[in-house]
C-alpha cells in the first residue's frame, strides 16, 4: 500500500457567500446548470434539488476545513458503526445548524417558492427500525456539535424501513422508495471501495520464521461502495461524514454466460451482491436469524474496517498507534463480527502476531448493549459461520480459548459460569453469542440508562462483569436539542428565548432558567398558547389524514413508539376502553375532554403487534361514533409514523405515554423528547424514566406500576394474574367488551386469544397493572383541572431536560470511553 503524506497547499476556493441574494443566484444556477431545468417550467422536486445543492456548497466549506483539522492535528477520530441510522429529514436540520434557515427563506421567497412546501417533499430517510437507530442519529449530529472528529458508518438500503398502510384499521407493509428521486445529499466515492468475500475456505502458511499466517481464500466476492453524506453540528461547529456502504457487484454481467445464451445466469450474480444493500430488516427486537441478515452485518463491518486501517496507515504509517487514534464503538451486536475482522485484518492481512493483535483490537473497540431481552440478543449458528465466514470462525474458537482459560485459571468459575461466558452457546444446535463476543473484544461496555446498566451486571453480562471487572459503565442515552426542540418547535423556542435569552440554544442545561418562570401567570399563559397552537396543527393533520375532528382544548395523550407488547400499547388501549364505559355510564360526570393519539409500525412478522394496530383502529371506530361520547374521548391512530411525524406530533402533545413492563425497556428516548416540548409523563420505573423523575422531581411526572424487581419477582413465582382481574371490575368489563366483539362484530373472537393471555401468564403484567394504571389516569385528569399548576409542571419539565442532551452523552462517551477531547472540556 503506497503510504503517502497528505499535504494541504493545493489552491482552495473562496468560501462561498451567505447572504440573501448569493443564495437566490445560486439556487438558480444550480436549476438550470445541475438540475438542467428552466425556471419557468421547473417543478417543486427541482426546485427542492437545486435549492439542497445550493446550500450544500456551504456545508462543504465546513466540511472540507473539518477533515482538513483532523489531517493536520493528528487527533483521534470517533468511529461509530451502526446498521441503522434513522436520520428523517436533512433539509431543516442542516440549514438550521449552519444558520441558513432564514436567508434561504427569503431566497426562495424572492423565486416565488415556499420552503415549507419544499421540505414536505424530502423524503424521510427511515434506514432505522426505532429507538436505537435514532440514537446513533442524534450521536451524530451531537459529534459534529462538540467537536469530535468522527465517522459514521452503516448501510445505504435502498429501501428503507417499509411504509405503513392501513387497509380496514390492519397495518400493510409497502416498500419505502427514499431515493426515488434521487439525494442530492449524498456523494457517492467510487475510488472509496472495497472488496468483500464470503465462503471459501482458509489456507495455513508456514512462514520462514516457522509461524503459522492463514490466508482466507474466499468463494465469493462483491465490493462495498462508500456514499458519503455530511452531518453539521450546531452553528456550523464541525462537519463530520456519514459514510454509508452500498454492494455492487465485480462483474456487474458474467459475459461468457450471457454469450452462452444464459442471459438471467449472467445477471444472478450482480443480483445477489446487490441484495444485501436493498432492504432493512423491519423487527427491532426478534433477530431475523437469516443469512442475509448475517451478510449485512459482515459486509458494513468489513468495508468499515478496511476503511479504518487504511486512514489510519496512510496517516500514521503504524498500527501499534491504533488505540491512540481510532476508537470504534459498535451500536449494539450487529456489528460484533467486527471484532473477529479487525483480528483476521491485522494478523492475516499485516502479520500481526496474536497477543499484539488482541491488544489492539481490545483498544479500540467499545460495545453498547440496547437490550436485555433473551430473544432480541442475537447469536448465529456455528455451522453458518463456518460455511460464510470460515476464517472468523477460527478466530472467534481462539478468542474463547483464550477467555476461557482465563475464566478457569484466573477466576476460578465452575462449569456453569464457564458455560455462561462462552461465546459458543453449547445447548442444542452450537450457536456464537455476539453479544459475549462483543463484550470481551472490547475495552469498555456500556448500558443507555442507569436501571438498565445495573440490570446488564445482574443478568446478561453477570459473570462476564465478575471476569472482567470495570469494564461496564452507565452512559444515559439523550436526545439533540436542536432537532428535538429549536426546530421542531420554533414557537417554544422564541418564546424561551424571550424569557429567558438565547444561551439555552448553545448551552442547553441553561432550560434550567426556566424553573423561576414556572408559576409566573403570564408566562404560563404564553406557554400554553405555544402548545396549543402546535396542537391546533396537529389536529388540522388528524382531520387531513384521517378525517377525524378533535379539538386541541382536549388533552392530548400519546403513544407513539414502535408497536411491541413491552411497550404496552395494550395497557394504554384497555384503559380507553374502560373510560369509554365509564364515560357512558356516568354522563353526569365531569369528564375531561381527551385525545388519545397513537402512532407506529408493528414487525410484519408480530402477529400480537400487527392485532393490537388493528384493536386501536377497531376502538376508535367505535367510540369516536359513539353520540354518548359526546367528543369526551376520541381515539386515533395516525399510520406511517417516522421521524417526521414525531416532529409535529412532540410538540403537540400533553401527556406522553411511557408505559412499559419495568426492567423491558433499556431507555427509551422519546419520553425525553416529549418531556423536553413541556408534555407530562405517565410512566413507569423504567429505562430513563428513573432518571427524568429524579431531574425533574417526583411531583411533576405521573409514575404507576409494579418495579423491575416486583416484575422479576412475579415472574419467578410465576404467579397467575386471575387475582388482579378479578379484583378489578373495570378492568374485567374492559377485557369482557374486547374479547366478547363489542369492538369486533364482523368477527367476535378477533381478539379471544389476544386477551386470554392476559388471564393466562400476563407475561407484561398488563392486568397487574391496570388498576395503578388507571389511577394515575384520573390523577392526570385532577391536575388537567387545575391549568395552572399543569402548565407549571410542563414548564418544569422543560426546564430540566437539559442534561438529557446528547451532547451530554456524547461527552462522557468521549471522556470516559474513547478518550478524546471535546469543546465542552474534559479527556
Ligand atoms: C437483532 C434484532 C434487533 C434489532 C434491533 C434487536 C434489537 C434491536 C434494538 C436493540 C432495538 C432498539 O431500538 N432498542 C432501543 O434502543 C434505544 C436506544 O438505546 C433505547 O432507548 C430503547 O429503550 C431500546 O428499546
Not at 426505532?130 to 469530535?148: N, Q, V
Not at 418562570?517 to 382531520?543: R, S, T, W, Y
Not at 422519546?670 to 430513563?688: E, H, R, S
Request: charged fraction near 25%; aromatic fraction near 8%; charge should be negative.
Amino acid at each position: 500500500m503506497p503510504q503517502k503524506p497528505i499535504v494541504f497547499d493545493a489552491p482552495q476556493p473562496e468560501p462561498r457567500a451567505r447572504t440573501v441574494e448569493a443564495l437566490k443566484a445560486e439556487i438558480l444556477e444550480r436549476l438550470t446548470y445541475s438540475v438542467g431545468k428552466d425556471p419557468a417550467v421547473a417543478r417543486p422536486h427541482d426546485w427542492l434539488t437545486a435549492t439542497i445543492l445550493a446550500v450544500r456548497e456551504r456545508v462543504i466549506d465546513g466540511w472540507m476545513e473539518s477533515s482538513r483539522e483532523t489531517w493536520r492535528t493528528g487527533n483521534k477520530r470517533v468511529y461509530y458503526l451502526s446498521l441503522e441510522f434513522l436520520i428523517g429529514r436533512l433539509m431543516r436540520d442542516a440549514f438550521s445548524n449552519i444558520g441558513l434557515m432564514e436567508p434561504v427563506r427569503q431566497a426562495l421567497d424572492g423565486l416565488n417558492v415556499d420552503l415549507k412546501e419544499l421540505m414536505d417533499l424530502e423524503p424521510d430517510a427511515a434506514l432505522g427500525n426505532g429507538g436505537l437507530g435514532r440514537l446513533a442519529a442524534c450521536f451524530l449530529e451531537s459529534m459534529s456539535t462538540i467537536k469530535i472528529p468522527a465517522y459514521g458508518y452503516g448501510i445505504r438500503y435502498a429501501h428503507g424501513l417499509f411504509r405503513q398502510e392501513m387497509s380496514e384499521g390492519w397495518q400493510v407493509e409497502l416498500p419505502e422508495e427514499w431515493l426515488a428521486h434521487g439525494n442530492p445529499w449524498e456523494f457517492e466515492r467510487r475510488e472509496s471501495s472495497y472488496e468483500i468475500g464470503f465462503g471459501g475456505h482458509v489456507e495455513p502458511v508456514q512462514e520462514p520464521d516457522g509461524s503459522v499466517r492463514h490466508e482466507w481464500h474466499p468463494s465469493e466476492h462483491l465490493n462495498a461502495v462508500a456514499f458519503d453524506t455530511p452531518i453539521v453540528g450546531w452553528r456550523g461547529a464541525r462537519v463530520n461524514t456519514l459514510r454509508l456502504w452500498s454492494a455492487q457487484p465485480i462483474d456487474p454481467i458474467l459475459l461468457d454466460k450471457f454469450n452462452e445464451g444464459d442471459h438471467i445466469g449472467a445477471l444472478a450474480e450482480s443480483a445477489k451482491a446487490e441484495a444485501i444493500t436493498r432492504v432493512l430488516y423491519p423487527a427491532d427486537a426478534t433477530p431475523a436469524g437469516q443469512e442475509l441478515r448475517l451478510r449485512q452485518e459482515f459486509f458494513f463491518s468489513s468495508a468499515s474496517l478496511q476503511d479504518i486501517v487504511r486512514r489510519h496507515l496512510q496517516q500514521f504509517g503504524d498500527l501499534g498507534s491504533l488505540p491512540d487514534k481510532v476508537a470504534i464503538q459498535l451500536n449494539d451486536t450487529h456489528p460484533a463480527i467486527s471484532i473477529a475482522e479487525m483480528m483476521r485484518i491485522l494478523m492475516d492481512t499485516h502479520g500481526l502476531r496474536w497477543a499484539e493483535a488482541w491488544k489492539l483490537t481490545k483498544g479500540v473497540f467499545s460495545y453498547t448493549n440496547h437490550t436485555l431481552m433473551p430473544e432480541a440478543l442475537e447469536s448465529w449458528p456455528v455451522a453458518l459461520l463456518e460455511r460464510l465466514l470460515p476464517r472468523h470462525m477460527q478466530i472467534i474458537y481462539a478468542i474463547n480459548a483464550e477467555v476461557l482459560t482465563e475464566a478457569r485459571t484466573v477466576a476460578g468459575f465452575n462449569d456453569a459460569q464457564i458455560a455462561n461466558v462462552s461465546l459458543i452457546d453449547e445447548g442444542g444446535q452450537r450457536r456464537v453469542r455476539m453479544g459475549q463476543l462483543a463484550f470481551v473484544g472490547s475495552h469498555a461496555i456500556n448500558g443507555v440508562s442507569a436501571l438498565h446498566t445495573e440490570l446488564m451486571k445482574k443478568t446478561v453480562f453477570a459473570n462476564l462483569n465478575t471476569l472482567y471487572p470495570d469494564r461496564i459503565s452507565n452512559k444515559t442515552n439523550g436526545v439533540t436539542p436542536r432537532r428535538w426542540l429549536l426546530q421542531c418547535n420554533p414557537g417554544l423556542t422564541r418564546l424561551i428565548t424571550d424569557r429567558i435569552g438565547p444561551a439555552f440554544q448553545d448551552d442547553i442545561e441553561r432550560l434550567a432558567d426556566l424553573e423561576a418562570h414556572a408559576e409566573d401567570p403570564n408566562f404560563q399563559a404564553q406557554f400554553a398558547k405555544v402548545k396549543h397552537a402546535n396542537k391546533q396543527a396537529l389536529a388540522a393533520l388528524i382531520k387531513e389524514r384521517l378525517n377525524v375532528t378533535v379539538s386541541p382544548d382536549a388533552l392530548f395523550d400519546v403513544q407513539i413508539k414502535r408497536i411491541h407488547e413491552y411497550k404496552r400499547q395494550l395497557l394504554n388501549v384497555i384503559e380507553a376502553v374502560a373510560h369509554y364505559s365509564a364515560i357512558r355510564a356516568h354522563p353526569e360526570r365531569n369528564w375531561v375532554p381527551r385525545v388519545k393519539v397513537f402512532a407506529g409500525k408493528a414487525a410484519p412478522s408480530y402477529w400480537n403487534a400487527k392485532l393490537i394496530i388493528k384493536l386501536t383502529n377497531d376502538i376508535a371506530r367505535v367510540i369516536n361514533n359513539d353520540p354518548a361520547v359526546r367528543g369526551l374521548l376520541k381515539v386515533v391512530f395516525l399510520p406511517n409514523y417516522n421521524v417526521s411525524l414525531a416532529e409535529t406530533i412532540i410538540p403537540a402533545a400533553d401527556l406522553s405515554e411511557q408505559i412499559s413492563t419495568a426492567g423491558m425497556e433499556a431507555s427509551g428516548t422519546g419520553n425525553m423528547k416529549f418531556a423536553l416540548n413541556g408534555a407530562l409523563t405517565i410512566g413507569t420505573l423504567d429505562g430513563a424514566n428513573v432518571e427524568m423523575r429524579e431531574a425533574v422531581g417526583p411531583e411533576n411526572m405521573f409514575i404507576f406500576g409494579l418495579t423491575a424487581e416486583e416484575v422479576a419477582e412475579k415472574r419467578s413465582r410465576s404467579e397467575v394474574p386471575r387475582g388482579a382481574i378479578d379484583n378489578s371490575p373495570a378492568l374485567k368489563e374492559a377485557l369482557e367488551m374486547i374479547s366478547s366483539g363489542v369492538f369486533s362484530p364482523d368477527d367476535p373472537n378477533r381478539y379471544r386469544e389476544l386477551i386470554g393471555g392476559l388471564y393466562d401468564h400476563d407475561w407484561f403484567m398488563v392486568a397487574r397493572d391496570f388498576d395503578t394504571y388507571a389511577d394515575a389516569q384520573r390523577q392526570v385528569d385532577t391536575v388537567w383541572a387545575d391549568r395552572r399548576r399543569w402548565n407549571a409542571m410542563a414548564i418544569r419539565n422543560t426546564a430540566h431536560m437539559g442534561w438529557f442532551s446528547s451532547d451530554r452523552t456524547i461527552a462522557q462517551y468521549a471522556a470516559e470511553i474513547w478518550n478524546v477531547p471535546t469543546s465542552r472540556g474534559g479527556a
